[in-house]
C-alpha cells in the first residue's frame, strides 16, 4: 500500500512529467496528418532542457510582475492537480483544499498573470495577443462556469470526485444532459487551449498569434515555465474531461501499488485518446477568422444551455 501524501505527490508528479510526452504526441500525429514525418515525441523535453540552459532577456521597462507570473503560471496547474482526481477515484489528503470553482479560480489566476506579465513586457506582440485572448475569454469563462454550474446541479455538489461519480452511473450516464456537458467541455477544451479552429498554436506570424503572442517576448527559463505550464494546463484540463465529466473508468479505487499503476497507464490512455479527437478536428478544420471565434463558442455556450435546460428537466 502506499501512503496517502505519496500517492498525492504521485498524481503531481503524472501532470508534471506525462504533459511534455503528451505535447510530443500531439505533435507527432499532427504532423503525420500533414503528410510529414514530424518531430519525435520527446522533443518537449528537450526544448524544455534547451530553454532551461538559455538567457532569460527581459527589457529595462519590465517590472516584479515578469518576474513572478511565470512562476504563478507553472504552479497552478499542479494545485488543481491535487483537487482533481488524477488517478484515483477517492479524494486524497489535500483534495479538500477546493472544489471545481477554486480550481477554476486557481486556473484563471495563472492566466491573469501571465496576461499582466505579457502587458508588462513592453512590446506590442503581447499586448496584441492579450487583446485576443481576452475577447475570446469573454466567453469562455461563461462557458466554464456554466458547465459546472450545470455538472454541479445533476450531482448536488461541487467536488469533482462525487461528480464524476455521479455522471458515470445511472440515470445520468447516457442521458442526453450528460452528453451535452461533455460536447461543450470539449469545445471550451479547444478554446482554452488555443488550436484551430479558434488559433493555431504553431504559428510563427506576429499578426496571427492569440495564445502564443502572451509570451512572444519571453525567453529562457520564463519561457520554460510559460510553455511547461500552458502543456500541464491542457492535461489538467483533459483529465477534468475524461476522469470527471466522461467517466472515472480506469481509476484506482485502493491505494495497492499494482492499481495505482494500472491507474496510470489507463489515464495516459485516455488523455491521448481525447488529444487525438482534437488534432484529428484540429488538421480537418481551417482556422476562423477572429471575429468568427465568437461564432464557434456562442455555439458551445447554446449547447451548455440546452443541457442545462436538460439536467433541469430530468430532476424535475
Do not use: C
Not at 521597462?61 to 477517492?90: D, G
Not at 450531482?155 to 461543450?184: C, D, K, M, R, Y
Amino acid at each position: 500500500m502506499v501512503n496517502e501524501y505519496v500517492a498525492q505527490l504521485i498524481q503531481v508528479l503524472f501532470v508534471l512529467g506525462f504533459s511534455p510526452l503528451l505535447k510530443g504526441i500531439m505533435d507527432r500525429y499532427k504532423a503525420r496528418l500533414a503528410g510529414r514525418y514530424g518531430p519525435p515525441i520527446w522533443q518537449p523535453y528537450r526544448d524544455l532542457r534547451k530553454w532551461m540552459h538559455k538567457e532569460t532577456i527581459r527589457t529595462t521597462q519590465t517590472s516584479w510582475v515578469s518576474e513572478w507570473a511565470p512562476v504563478f503560471y507553472f504552479i497552478a496547474p499542479l494545485i488543481v492537480a491535487m483537487l482533481i482526481p488524477v488517478l484515483t477515484t477517492f479524494p486524497l489528503p489535500f483534495a479538500w483544499m477546493g472544489d471545481m470553482l477554486a480550481g477554476g479560480m486557481i486556473l484563471g489566476g495563472g492566466g491573469i498573470a501571465l496576461l499582466f506579465a505579457a502587458l508588462d513586457s513592453g512590446s506590442v506582440y503581447p499586448v496584441l495577443g492579450v487583446s485576443r485572448i481576452r475577447l475570446i475569454a469573454t466567453f469562455t469563462e461563461p462557458l466554464a462556469l456554466l458547465l459546472v454550474f450545470i455538472a454541479a446541479q445533476a450531482a448536488g455538489a461541487t467536488i469533482p470526485f462525487v461528480v464524476n461519480q455521479t455522471l458515470g452511473s445511472p440515470p445520468w450516464e447516457f442521458s442526453p444532459a450528460h452528453i451535452l456537458i461533455i460536447v461543450g467541455w470539449f469545445l471550451f477544451l479547444i478554446a482554452e487551449s488555443g488550436h484551430i479552429p479558434v488559433d493555431n498554436p504553431s504559428t510563427a506570424q506576429e499578426l496571427s498569434m492569440i495564445d502564443p503572442g502572451r509570451t512572444f517576448e519571453s525567453s529562457g527559463l520564463d519561457l520554460m515555465l510559460y510553455e511547461w505550464g500552458g502543456w500541464m494546463k491542457f492535461t489538467v484540463l483533459t483529465i477534468i474531461l475524461m476522469n470527471v465529466l466522461v467517466s472515472p473508468f480506469g481509476l484506482a479505487r485502493s491505494l495497492a501499488v499494482s492499481s495505482l499503476a494500472l491507474a496510470v497507464f489507463w489515464v495516459m490512455v485516455k488523455l491521448i485518446f481525447a488529444a487525438g479527437v482534437l488534432i484529428t478536428i484540429e488538421v480537418s478544420f481551417a482556422k476562423l477568422r477572429l471575429i468568427r471565434n465568437v461564432d464557434f463558442i456562442t455555439a458551445a455556450i447554446v449547447l451548455a444551455i440546452i443541457g442545462a435546460v436538460t439536467a433541469a428537466w430530468s430532476l424535475v
